[in-house]
């Protein structure tokens, strides 16, 4: 199984400042990971897929990246709404699909 | 619009059974599969079990294989998870989740499953 670590575990920036967040694998996979984002409250939204892909409607502020067995979420400049709990995933090494433990995003 | 809605959560004693449904349209229900997901309370996310398109291939976790069975009926856009010898470390919002390439790019409101005596 696939285990994903996911840092820092909470993240303190200002809106308006770029975040970077990592998730890394225990082993090395091809670039099938995603990125989800949870505000309280609301269930997970699909940002990236693959890695670098951005779902449908996610703002290009969004930028995923990586290979191997570490991949990063940037958040370019922060707006308020983008400060919530992100979580990555796996699908390369599956059944079991595998979730990161999350990053919270706080200002 | 796809739409899933999650029903059958509630509060059962450790050992107990639980049934939940996840009713979905806006698409063509029998042309993806389906997963379900849980997060317990404060928790992260953690795959559950998925399911084909045609409901032939299943899937679990490790954590409920033998005690939880997911199916469904493609001819009412049904998915179900059927949840036997219940824990209470199975206490979780149970989410339904549409797979794309094996991502989860729909997911419904959630069921609150509580375990506890």
């Known amino acids: 199984e696939v285990v994903l670590t996911q840092s820092p575990a909470t993240l303190s920036l200002s809106p308006g400042e770029r975040a970077t967040l990592s998730c890394r694998a225990s082993?090395?996979?091809?670039?099938?990971l995603a990125w989800y984002q949870q505000k309280p409250g609301q269930v997970p939204r699909l940002l990236i897929y693959?890695?670098?892909n951005r779902a449908t409607g996610i703002p290009a502020r969004f930028t995923g990246s990586g290979s191997g067995t570490d991949f990063t979420l940037t958040i370019s400049s922060l707006e308020p709404e983008d400060f919530a709990v992100y979580y990555c995933?796996?699908?390369?090494?599956?059944?079991?699909?595998?979730f990161g433990q999350g990053t919270k995003l706080e200002i | 619009e796809v739409q899933l809605l999650e029903s059958g959560g509630g509060l059962v004693q450790p050992g107990g059974s639980l049934r939940l449904s996840c009713a979905a349209s806006?698409?063509?229900?029998?042309?993806?599969?389906m997963s379900w997901v849980r997060q317990a309370p404060g928790k992260g996310l953690e795959w559950v079990s998925a399911?084909?398109?045609?409901?032939?291939?299943?899937f679990y976790a490790d954590s409920v294989k033998g005690r939880f069975t997911i199916s469904r009926d493609n001819s009412r856009n049904t998915l179900s998870l059927q949840m036997n010898s219940l824990r209470v470390e199975d206490t979780a919002v149970y989410f339904c989740?549409?797979?794309?390439?094996?991502?989860?790019?729909?997911w419904g409101q959630g069921t609150l499953v509580t375990v506890s005596s």
């Open positions: 399911v084909s398109g045609s409901g032939d291939d299943t």
């Open positions: 806006g698409f063509t229900f029998n042309n993806y599969a």
């Open positions: 693959d890695a670098s």
């Open positions: 082993q090395s996979f091809n670039n099938y």
């Open positions: 995933q796996q699908r390369s090494n599956w059944p079991p699909y595998s």
């Open positions: 989740a549409r797979d794309v390439r094996k991502y989860f790019d729909d």
